[in-house]
Each structure stands twice: as C-alpha cells, then as structure tokens.
C-alpha cells in the first residue's frame, strides 16, 4: 500500500473513534424513575423547584461551601430530595427550570451539574409594556 492510503486508513479509523467515544457520552433528558432503575449511570433530569415547610432548601456555607439540598419535581410530577455537590447558584430560587447531571443514590438524586433557566428581564419589560398599550388604548 502506499504511504498516502495508509495514512488515511489511520485518519478514518481514528475519526470512527472519536465518534464512537463522543456517541457514548450523549445523555438524553429523563426523569426520576428512569434514573432509578439505571443507578449505575448519569441521567439528566428535567424540572422545577419545590418549595414549601417540608421541603426547605438546605445551605450552609459556614459547614460547607460546595453543597447544598432541594426537592425538584420532574415533568412526570415526582418529587425527589436532590443534592448539589457544588455552590448554590445565584438567584436559584427565581429560576424556571432546572437540568440536573447525575445519579440516584438510594432516595435521593446526586447532583454534579446543574443548568437553570431563569426568568428573562425582557419578558417582564414586555409584559408591562403590553398592559400599558392597553390601558391607553381604553
């Protein structure tokens, strides 16, 4: 063979690698009871916060800087205790939604990331401008 196929025999076979490895590593979102019948793997999970009496977020920094615990509700309505292993975001409590990366670990979720959709400053602006439209055109 000649220097040039075999170079390209390399290049393909080190591309399907990489497509091999990259397809391995994609999550799609889930919910609770998926991730607790497959504990041995990562699950992302979609939903919102819980906040009440019985379910109080918990955060301490003084103890420990890099967790803190939440109930969240998936979008099938289950309602599990996460833990952060990470620092509470800023504005955790205004946001929308919440994308969770980890495991179940007995009852509760083991979060190692977590992506929020907050509530966009413009919808607000827009809101109000609407209602102003309408009562000046009444």
């Known amino acids: 063979m000649k220097k040039m196929q075999i170079l ?4 393909i076979a080190a ?12 999550q799609s979102y889930g919910d609770f009871s998926v991730a607790m019948k497959e504990i041995d793997r990562n699950h992302q999970i979609v939903g919102q916060l819980v906040v009440d009496d019985a379910r109080p977020i918990v955060y301490n920094p ?15 309505g289950t309602i599990k205790k996460v833990v952060a292993q990470m620092a509470k975001p800023q504005d955790f409590e205004r946001s929308e939604q919440i994308v969770l990366t980890g495991r179940m670990q007995g009852s509760q979720f083991i979060a190692n990331d ?3 959709k907050c509530p966009s400053k413009y919808q607000d602006q827009a809101l109000q401008s609407q209602k102003a439209r309408q009562v000046v055109s009444k």
């Open 15 to 26: 591309a399907i690698g990489v497509l091999i490895t990259q397809a391995s590593d994609y």
């Open 62 to 76: 003084e103890k420990d800087a890099n967790a803190f615990s939440f109930y969240m509700e998936d979008e099938q």
């Open 114 to 116: 977590m992506q929020l």
């Open 8 to 11: 390209a025999l390399i290049v």
